[in-house]
C-alpha cells in the first residue's frame, strides 16, 4: 500500500483524469510571465497569468534575469512564505533547505489568477523576486493529471517505499528535494532510466553514483509507475523525520485539447552529429525547453519563447538561463525554434542530452477579436538599456506586428517574436535589425529608438488556433511541404526570404493555388509557388521558386484563416455602390485589408485606432511608403464587417472587379 502523500489541491477534470470531461489546455496550466520588480522595501507585486494556484495547486519558478541571483521555487503544498520567518522558498543551484534566510519571503500569496512576489533579498544580486527595476522571468506549472504534479511528504529510512502521486501518466521527469536539511536535487528522467540519475544544482554527467548516491539508495532502481515512485533510503529522498518535495511532469500523456488527446509535455533524449546540432521532433512546436548534457559533464539549460527562443542565431538569439548557477540572462544559440519542436546547435558533438518540453500555447480557439488583434497608435517611450525605446502594451503576448510612420513618409514593417528582430516589405531581414530591432517582453513589444516620435500605428497579432499562425523555414530548393499550427487550412499566406532581398509572395485561396501575389499593384502572376497544391490543416505546399523556396535560403510565413466572430479572409465582387460586406461579426471590423486581384491595384489597410468611422478613415497603402491617407471616406462602419462606399476608387469597388480581403473584429 503506498504512502498518500500530501500533494494538495489536485484537479482531476482532464480526459481520463477522473469524473469530469472538461477540455484542458496548455494556457490554463502553464505560463511564462516576464516583470519588472518595483521594490527595495519588501514591497509586493501582483502577477496575473491567469493561471489558478490557490485552488488548483501548482509550483512557480522565478529567476532573475538582468542580475545574478538564484533561481527560487515555492509551491502550494508547502505554502507561501507570509512572514519573514516563514519562507518557502527552494533554489535550484544551492543544496540548501527551503529555509534560505529570515529576510528572504520571495511570494506571500497564491492566487486563483496567478501570484504576488515580495522583495526577497537585500539587494539586486541576493535571492529577489521584486527587487526594483531588476527584470524577472517566471514559469508557472499549475497541478494537472498528464501535465504536472507537485508532492511533499516525510521520510521514513523504508527501501522499496512508494509515494502516490496524482499525474496519471508516464513519469518522463521527476525532481526530488529534501526541504528540511541540505541536500542536492536528485532528478529522475525516462530517457536514462531507474538505473541512473542527475542532479539538478550541478553539471554531473547522468551516473549511477556510489556510497550513499546511487539510484538503489535514490528510489531503489524503480522506474515511477503512473500512480507512485518508488523510493531507497538516501538522505536526499528518504531519510527518517526528513521532509521532501517532488515534482513531476507528464510524458507525451495526452488529455488536452477538445479531444483530450493532444500532449503538452514531452520528456525526451537526442544525440548531436558531429556539429553538435539535432533536430527535436515533438508534433507542436516548444515554447519551454529544459535540457542537459547526460553523457558528460555540462551545465543545464533553459529556454522559454517569451524571453526568445528563436528560430536561428543572429541578428538576435535566443536567450538562455542556468539552473544550478545564478547567472544573469545570456545569449543561447543551443536551442531554437521549430514549427514541430525545436532545433539544437553549438552543443558538443556527439553527445546525449536529455530535454522537457512544453507545448506553446494558446490551444484554445479565440472567440473574440480583441484577445489576438490590437491596433496601438498611443505608446509611452521608455529607457532599456540606456537605449529609449516606443512601447506599446496590448492585453495579450504580441507574435506579430505590423508598423509604420503615420504623417511622414516611412518603409511598412513586419516582424514576428520568432525572429527577435526585424522585416521591411521591400528589403532583408538583416538591413533593418538597427532600424527596428524588437525587445519583446510577456505583454509589451517594444520598438528601437528610431522610432520614439512621431505618430505611429502598431497592428499587433497574437498566434492562436484558427487565426493566426507563424512559421520560419529553411528552402530545400526541391517541391515540399512546411508544417504548421494553425489547426485548420490557411487562406492566406504572406512568405518572405529572411536571407536574400526578394519579394514578399503571397497565397490567397481566393486566387488559387496556380498564382501568387506580391506587395505591389500588380495583379495575380501565374506561376508554381505553390506547387500547384492547396494547403491543408496541417501543411502549406511551395515550389522550388527562389522566392519561397530557394536551397538554403531561410523564410519566414505569416498564415492567417477565418475564426469564426474574429477574423474573415475572403472576397467580393465590385459593383462602384455602396456594398456591405458579411464577415459575421457583431461590432463590426477593427482591421480591414482590401486588393484588387482581377486588375492592377494598391494594398489598402485600415483600423479602428486610426479610425473606421461613418466619416473619413485614414488608409495605408503596403505597397509604397507613402504617409497614411486621411481625406477619403472609402469604408464606413457595418456591424457584421464593413462597408465599401460609394465613393471608393476602382480599387476597391470597381464594378464586377475581384477584390480579397482580410478582416478583423
Partial sequence: ????????????????????????????????????GNSTTGGTQTITNNIDLSTKGGMVWIKGRSAASDHILTDTSRGAGTTASNNQGLASNLNAAED?????????????????????????????????????????????????DVVTYTGDGNIGRTVSHSLNATVGFMLIKCTSQPGGWVAYHRSIGASQFLTLNATDAAGSGSGGNTPAKYWNSTAPTSTVFSLGDAANTNETGQTYVAYLFAHDAGGFGLTGTD?????????????????????????????????GAESWMLFDNMRGLLVTQGPAYSKKLVPNLTDAESDGDECRASSTGFNVGGVVGGATYIYV?????????????????????????????????????????????????????ENKFLTARLLGASDGLTNTEDSFSNNLASYWTSNTQVAQSASTTGNQIYECFRRAPSFHDVVCYTGTGSATTFTHNLGVTPELIIVKSRSNVSAWTIYSSSVGNTKALFFTNDAPATNTYWNNTTPTSSVFSVGTLSGVNSSGRTYIAYLFATCAGVSKVGSYTGTATTKQIDCGFTAGARFVLIKRTDSTGDWYVWDSARGIVSGNDPYLLLNSTAAEVTSTDYIDTYSAGFEISSTAPAAINASGGTFIFLAIA
Fill in 1 to 36: 500500500m503506498p504512502l498518500q502523500a500530501t500533494s494538495g489541491a489536485a484537479s482531476y477534470d482532464a480526459f481520463g483524469g477522473g469524473a469530469a470531461a472538461v477540455p484542458q489546455y496548455i494556457e490554463d496550466v502553464f505560463s511564462t510571465y516576464l516583470y519588472t
Fill in 100 to 148: 534560505l534566510g529570515a529576510s528572504y519571503d520571495f511570494l506571500s500569496a497564491f492566487n486563483t489568477n496567478g501570484f504576488t512576489v515580495k522583495q526577497g533579498g537585500t539587494t539586486a544580486t541576493t535571492r529577489g523576486t521584486n527587487y526594483n527595476a531588476v527584470t524577472y522571468a517566471s514559469w508557472t506549472f499549475r497541478k494537472q493529471p498528464k501535465f504536472f
Fill in 263 to 295: 500532449n503538452v509535455v514531452s520528456c525526451g533524449s537526442f544525440t548531436t552529429d558531429g556539429s553538435g546540432n539535432a533536430t527535436v521532433n515533438l508534433g507542436y512546436e516548444a515554447q519551454w525547453v529544459l535540457m542537459k548534457k547526460s553523457s
Fill in 357 to 409: 518540453a512544453i507545448r506553446r500555447g494558446p490551444m484554445k480557439v479565440p472567440t473574440s477579436g480583441t484577445s489576438v488583434f490590437s491596433p496601438q497608435t498611443s505608446y509611452s517611450v521608455q529607457t532599456i538599456g540606456g537605449t529609449s525605446y516606443a512601447v506599446v502594451t496590448p492585453s495579450f503576448p504580441v507574435d506579430t506586428y505590423f508598423w509604420t510612420k503615420q504623417s511622414t513618409a
